[in-house]
Structure formats: structure tokens, C-alpha cells
């Protein structure tokens, strides 16, 4: 479900790809029989490859990894959340626009 250009986070790598990335990230909490999870991964794959080495996208099943989809208070799915400096400072729920997320994006790298 994800291109290469996305990272698949787990409980694992977390820290290391998300927390200490030196770029910002998009995080996608979603999981395999949501149809909006479905629906958005297109737009996520086009974001990451225009994003290159701007910033950075990675997706976590909330099916395997319920620790970090509970950490992170994630109630509906998909949830997106931007981080940068290890810090959320952005987060939306539900299927939005390629151009939401793409300004969402524009604002954290600044």
C-alpha cells in the first residue's frame, strides 16, 4: 500500500524516523479496511515524492502498532499528524484534498 517513498513506521523505528528526523513528517495512522485510508494513499505516495528530501512520509497500521495509534490519542482514521522536532504541530482527520496536505506540508518546512 505504500510506495518507496514512504516509510513504514513501527514501534521499532519510530523515534529514529520520526522523533529525530531532521526534516518534518507526516505521519498517516490508518489501516487495511478503512476505504478513506485507501482513498488518500495515492495523494500520500505523489506527496512524498514531491517532498523528496524536504520532508518526510511514513504510514503506521493502527492494527499492528495500537500502542503508537493509542499514544498518540488516535480516535477515527485516517489520522494525519505532522511532526517536527520529535513535536505534533499539525494534525488532521479524515480524507482530505492533495492540496490540504500539500499546504499543511508547505507550512512545516517553512
Excluded: H
Excluded at 518507496?4 to 489501516?31: C, K, M, Q, R, Y
Excluded at 476505504?35 to 512524498?48: S, T
Aim: glycine content about 8%; proline content about 5%; charged content about 25%.
Amino acid at each position: 500500500m505504500s510506495s518507496t517513498n514512504i516509510v513504514t513506521l513501527t514501534e521499532a523505528n519510530f523515534g529514529a524516523e520520526v522523533a529525530n528526523s531532521p526534516v518534518p513528517v507526516l505521519v498517516d495512522f490508518w489501516a487495511e479496511w478503512c476505504g478513506p485510508c485507501k482513498m488518500i494513499a495515492p495523494v500520500l505516495d505523489e506527496l512524498a515524492s514531491e517532498f523528496d528530501s524536504k520532508a518526510k512520509i511514513g504510514k503506521v497500521n493502527i492494527d499492528e502498532f495500537q500502542g503508537l495509534a493509542a499514544k498518540y490519542r488516535v480516535r477515527a482514521i485516517p489520522t494525519l499528524l505532522i511532526f517536527k522536532g520529535g513535536e505534533v504541530i499539525d494534525q488532521v482527520v479524515g480524507a482530505k484534498s492533495k492540496r490540504d496536505l500539500k499546504s499543511m506540508l508547505d507550512k512545516a518546512v517553512g
